[in-house]
């Protein structure tokens, strides 16, 4: 009997939650005649358990050996990363107005702050006085020919920086802060990465 060809591709991450059976469909790329992969895609790989937490590591060996399993004749073929982060989204509840109100005022409050330290680290205000003595030839406490619009444009840098005006998106460049976002995501999925495998390799080893 000739071998029966299929390939499949892990993705990086698949979002479950707990009680979801977890096919190889959701996990994983599959190609193959139809019928048979319509068979592959189905087969239950693993069930999410609340002693999962919130993260799960699916090695394609575990998936390879499902489908030799169910398929004997099967010639699994391998493309791509070697595993795929199961990410256990628990139930979250709504956070109270008068905590969202509580954390923007911490927020908005902390961020003044900073300027304002900021501009006193520096002698903002010294720095203005001197410009508008040089340029108009005349001394003030409040030069707000020049404060006003430097407070305007300090507004107006912080949301081109960030590339946000509320939900909407200035541009399609991603901000500063999203790339960091990103770069902490990919260290996290390394991290969890190599700590599960020698979390296995371990167990193995002790059986």
Do not use: C
Not at 39 to 54: A, F, G, R
Not at 85 to 98: A, D, H, Q
Not at 134 to 150: C, D, F, R, S
């Amino acid at each position: 009997m000739s071998e029966l060809l299929i390939y499949i591709r892990m993705r990086h991450k698949v979002e479950v939650k707990v009680n979801q059976h977890v096919r190889i469909g959701d996990l994983a790329q599959v190609i193959a005649e139809p019928s048979l992969r319509k068979k592959v895609i189905n087969l239950p790989i693993h069930k999410v358990e609340t002693s999962d937490k919130n993260f799960v590591l699916i090695d394609v060996m575990k998936v390879i050996l499902a489908i030799s399993k169910a398929i004997p004749n099967s010639d699994v073929q391998s493309i791509g990363t070697a595993h795929t982060i199961l990410e256990v989204k628990m139930s979250t509840k709504k956070v109270e107005p008068v905590y969202f109100v509580f954390i923007w005022l911490l927020l908005f409050i902390g961020a003044g702050m900073a300027v304002m330290n900021f501009h006193e680290d520096v002698s903002m205000r010294e720095v203005h006085q001197r410009m508008f003595t040089t340029v108009t030839g005349n001394e003030t406490v409040k030069p707000l020919l020049l404060q006003i619009p430097y407070s305007i444009g300090l507004g107006l840098g912080m949301i081109i920086f960030f590339n946000h005006v509320f939900r909407k998106r200035l541009n399609e460049e991603p901000s500063p802060l999203e790339v960091e976002m990103f770069k902490y995501q990919q260290d996290l999925d390394q991290y969890i990465t190599h700590h599960e495998n020698t979390e296995s390799e371990t167990k193995l080893n002790d059986n």
